[in-house]
């Protein structure tokens, strides 16, 4: 009954709701979300909402000057809203925008997307635009910085054979940036200055005012037979700090009991190298070797391993009552993430658990 109610007051076509928690040695996630899109002639209109809310203790770190404190919360508000034009069944355009809040953190972004089939419906073109604006500061006070980010994504998908489609994905993205902390600076954090093994100070990290990312991945999708699929996808990545890196994804789906049962297990492995300017301790001089521009205590930019495992099962009911479909999900996921060259925290592993309910009408 209280789905009905829902899809009535939204006038939704389909509605859905799911709840993920995220769990560090340090860190809790719990993370609500709902989402509805509605079906009108030759439009589709779409949102949803999200509420992360987040507590933990912070690792006691040098850099990090929030370490001392025992405890924290905070709630992460977000929300999207989408609308795509299809007059004709072989292309679309639309726009989407969003936003999210938290203490010491908010941002906005917009952009349209569009998409054509081409080469008789063999291959489909999507591409789309996004910028977008950024502000960090600290919640009890202190430096604050703003960015401006753009972003251009474009996605080819290519049937070549009944069962085997190829998609080549890329990205372009840069970032502008005031010059007090530089682009995606942590005001938490700071970065100490040593001479020979002792700590002088600790001073703000500082990253550049700008940067450029681009992205390429190329993804293969088999069936075999009707209720068998099996992903493979490779991406590399790079930017202007001198940062590279490497993913690659394997996947399976299988269906059971008419298309009911579905089960999806996902298997990922990635190596990011070190930006350019990262040290794990910085100079005092401009002799010194350790000695940079720019300074950073961020563990992702010295460098990492990444390895996540993750299962999913949903299962769907048919015609009930006024549904067309009802359907369940669970999903688990395991996360290992290693930091070679940061001595501070070399290591985290996570794990999620989530699930949620689906329903179209």
Known sequence: MWVQLIASALAADTVGARVDVYQDPWITVVAPAAEASVELP???????????????????????????????????VSGD??????????????????????????????GITASTDLAHRRATLVGSLTVGRETAWRATGGPKESSTTGQVDVRCTVVLDKNTTLTAFGTGRGEWC?????????????????????????????????????????RLSRAFGDWTALHAMYRLYGDSWGVTGHTAEIAVARQLFDERLLLHGKGRFA???????????????????????????????????????????????????????????????????????????????????????????
């Open 42 to 76: 030759d439009v589709t209109i779409s949102g949803g909402t999200a509420l992360d809310f987040v507590s933990g203790a912070t690792p006691v770190v040098l850099t990090d000057t929030i370490s001392s404190a025992t405890w924290f919360r905070d709630t992460r």
């Open 81 to 110: 809203l989408s609308a795509t034009l299809h007059p004709e069944t072989t292309w679309s355009i639309g726009g989407h925008v969003g936003a999210s809040t938290e203490n010491d953190f908010a941002s906005g972004s917009g």
């Open 178 to 218: 005031g010059d007090v902390l530089g682009c995606g600076a942590n005001p938490y954090r700071s970065v100490p200055f040593v001479d020979g093994d002792d700590v002088v100070f600790t001073v703000h990290e500082r990253h550049p005012d700008q940067r450029w990312r681009g992205a390429g991945a190329l």
């Open 271 to 361: 190596w990011q190298g070190s930006a350019g300017f990262w040290r794990d301790t910085y100079g005092t001089s401009a002799t010194d070797p350790a000695y940079t521009d720019w300074r950073t205590a961020d563990g992702e930019l010295s460098g990492l391993f990444e390895t996540v495992i993750e299962g999913q099962a949903k299962w769907s009911f048919y015609d009930v009552g006024a549904l067309q479909a009802l359907a369940i999900d669970l999903r688990v996921a395991g996360m290992w993430f290693r930091y070679p060259n940061h001595a501070e925290r070399p290591r985290r592993a996570a794990v999620v658990i989530g699930g949620g309910v689906g329903a179209s009408f």
